[in-house]
């Protein structure tokens, strides 16, 4: 008789489909609603098969669908393994050619569990969750945020084409006041100009262009804006423009919430290695932290570089070479995060700008198409750069120096000696660390 009993789970958002079975026979199969009905119901089919024997259960990691059938089951002291989807697919694909079902994928996990695939899964371990939702959250909010301000640009360049003109950022504090109060140029262009400079003065805290005024009035004085029939525009940019705020506000309360969480001391242990780099944001390395889990999860660096998806897939046959590409198989939220610290890197630290200044002079002379491609491709070695870097520093329990880091690199003489003037102050200082 076999030592163990495997449970193969497909799972659905309402409900799941399994199959419970040894080496020898299947023992049942069904489906079960995902609730505790279907839980309790799951359970007394196990026990009745098992007879004491080792289980082991084996569920696709879908979406979130997964978690509450796999709490239920690990809190009753079964030993549940979370299978990545596109391990069971291309597994059981082998056998049945490409056909699917949601019994078909339930005998597919119970082989990939009988045949002991499942042994080489490391069940990862999460120490930031609730640091991790909060980041996700702030994502998301950043995402409806970008895409009410282009809603409300869409109708904003109607009644006021130049109004991009206005601000740097047309969304910005300044921007989002004049929008609410003078939103069409004829107000603007019958304004005091001293009296809106005191204004924008007083919400920019000092710090705005002491002819922002003027510039304004005059634009809107020679406004190509339509001044007819415009009812409707106006209604659509202030319902607009009321969802940009909120979105807005609830992104400072919740970056507020983030950093709070991030300076608690169990996070700074492994956080402040992120932060070394220069230019990577607070939220951004928190996030990148909160999806790693535990830099523990990982004992080399092709190991989480695998799981952030950024392993380069070769596409080789013979003589044939092909374009290799990004596998992104990994968490698209850890990718964001660190697009978002290659992108911050770049300008702010003397390695990163260098490592992606070399790279584009080496695509001087390709065609622009090309160029565009060979940037694209700098900024996803500058993000799996910075992760090793950061698993490096970790497991070295060492603070990123850019000085000895620049210092290492192969680079163009130009390049090394534009970036050292660039980053000069920042390099003395790296230094002395």
Same mark, same amino acid.
């Given at each position: 008789?076999?030592?163990?009993?495997?449970?193969?789970?497909?799972?659905?958002?309402?409900?799941?489909?399994?199959?419970?079975?040894?080496?020898?026979?299947?023992?049942?199969?069904?489906?079960?609603?995902?609730?505790?009905?279907?839980?309790?119901?799951?359970?007394?089919?196990?026990?009745?098969?098992?007879?004491?024997?080792?289980?082991?259960?084996?569920?696709?990691?879908?979406?979130?669908?997964?978690?509450?059938?796999?709490?239920?089951?690990?809190?009753?002291?079964?030993?549940?393994?979370?299978?990545?989807?596109?391990?069971?697919?291309?597994?059981?694909?082998?056998?049945?050619?490409?056909?699917?079902?949601?019994?078909?994928?339930?005998?597919?996990?119970?082989?990939?569990?009988?045949?002991?695939?499942?042994?080489?899964?490391? =069940?990862?371990?999460? +120490?930031?969750?609730?640091? $991790? &939702?909060?980041?996700?959250?702030? %994502? #998301?909010?950043?995402?409806?945020?970008?895409?009410?301000?282009?809603?409300?640009?869409?109708?904003?360049?109607?009644?006021?084409?130049?109004?991009?003109?206005?601000?740097?950022?047309?969304?910005?504090?300044?921007?989002?006041?004049?929008?609410?109060?003078?939103?069409?140029?004829?107000?603007?262009?019958?304004?005091?100009?001293?009296?809106?400079?005191?204004?924008?003065?007083?919400?920019?805290?000092?710090?705005?262009?002491?002819?922002?005024?003027?510039?304004?009035?005059?634009?809107?004085?020679?406004?190509?804006?339509?001044?007819?029939?415009?009812?409707?525009?106006?209604?659509?940019?202030?319902?607009?423009?009321?969802?940009?705020?909120?979105?807005?506000?609830?992104?400072?309360?919740? =970056?507020?919430?983030? +950093?709070?969480?991030?300076? $608690? &001391?169990?996070?700074?242990?492994? %956080? #402040?290695?992120?932060?070394?780099?220069?230019?990577?944001?607070?939220?951004?390395?928190?996030?990148?932290?909160?999806?790693?889990?535990?830099?523990?999860?990982?004992?080399?660096?092709?190991?989480?570089?695998?799981?952030?998806?950024?392993?380069?897939?070769?596409?080789?046959?013979?003589?044939?070479?092909?374009?290799?590409?990004?596998?992104?198989?990994?968490?698209?939220?850890?990718?964001?995060?660190?697009?978002?610290?290659?992108?911050?890197?770049?300008?702010?630290?003397?390695?990163?700008?260098?490592?992606?200044?070399?790279?584009?002079?080496?695509?001087?002379?390709?065609?622009?198409?090309?160029?565009?491609?060979?940037?694209?491709?700098?900024?996803?070695?500058?993000?799996?750069?910075?992760?090793?870097?950061?698993?490096?520093?970790?497991? $070295?329990?060492?603070?990123?120096?850019?000085?000895?880091?620049?210092?290492?690199?192969?680079?163009?003489?130009?390049?090394?000696?534009?970036?050292?003037?660039?980053?000069?102050?920042?390099?003395?200082?790296?230094?002395?660390?």
């Amino acid at each position: 008789m076999n030592s163990h009993v495997v449970i193969g789970i497909d799972i659905g958002m309402e409900t799941h489909q399994y199959q419970i079975s040894d080496a020898e026979q299947v023992f049942s199969k069904g489906k079960i609603p995902n609730s505790r009905e279907g839980g309790n119901k799951l359970l007394s089919k196990i026990n009745e098969a098992a007879k004491g024997r080792e289980i082991i259960v084996g569920m696709e990691a879908t979406n979130n669908y997964h978690l509450c059938l796999q709490h239920f089951l690990e809190k009753r002291g079964l030993n549940v393994v979370a299978i990545n989807p596109l391990k069971t697919s291309a597994y059981k694909n082998i056998d049945d050619y490409g056909n699917k079902s949601d019994p078909i994928d339930a005998n597919g996990i119970c082989q990939f569990l009988l045949d002991g695939k499942h042994k080489s899964i490391k =069940k990862p371990v999460q +120490r930031y969750h609730l640091l $991790k &939702e909060l980041c996700r959250c702030w %994502l #998301k909010l950043q995402g409806d945020m970008t895409g009410a301000v282009l809603r409300l640009r869409s109708r904003l360049i109607i009644i006021n084409p130049e109004f991009e003109q206005y601000f740097s950022n047309s969304s910005c504090p300044s921007g989002l006041y004049m929008m609410e109060k003078y939103l069409l140029p004829e107000k603007i262009e019958q304004l005091d100009v001293e009296k809106l400079q005191q204004e924008l003065d007083q919400i920019a805290g000092g710090l705005g262009k002491k002819d922002t005024a003027k510039r304004i009035v005059h634009l809107a004085k020679e406004s190509f804006g339509i001044r007819e029939n415009i009812d409707g525009y106006i209604r659509y940019v202030q319902y607009h423009l009321d969802e940009v705020k909120f979105l807005r506000q609830q992104v400072l309360d919740i =970056k507020r919430e983030i +950093r709070q969480e991030a300076r $608690k &001391e169990e996070v700074q242990k492994e %956080l #402040k290695y992120v932060n070394s780099i220069k230019g990577v944001g607070e939220e951004v390395a928190a996030g990148l932290l909160a999806e790693i889990g535990t830099f523990d999860n990982f004992g080399k660096i092709s190991s989480i570089v695998r799981f952030a998806g950024l392993t380069v897939l070769q596409n080789q046959s013979g003589k044939k070479v092909g374009r290799g590409i990004m596998s992104k198989q990994g968490s698209p939220q850890l990718r964001c995060y660190l697009y978002q610290a290659a992108m911050g890197a770049k300008l702010h630290s003397a390695t990163f700008a260098a490592v992606y200044a070399n790279r584009n002079l080496q695509s001087k002379d390709l065609s622009l198409m090309d160029r565009k491609i060979a940037k694209a491709k700098a900024l996803a070695n500058i993000a799996r750069r910075i992760l090793e870097t950061v698993f490096t520093c970790v497991k $070295k329990k060492r603070l990123f120096n850019d000085q000895i880091a620049f210092e290492s690199l192969k680079l163009d003489t130009f390049v090394r000696e534009t970036i050292a003037v660039q980053f000069k102050r920042q390099l003395a200082q790296a230094a002395v660390q």
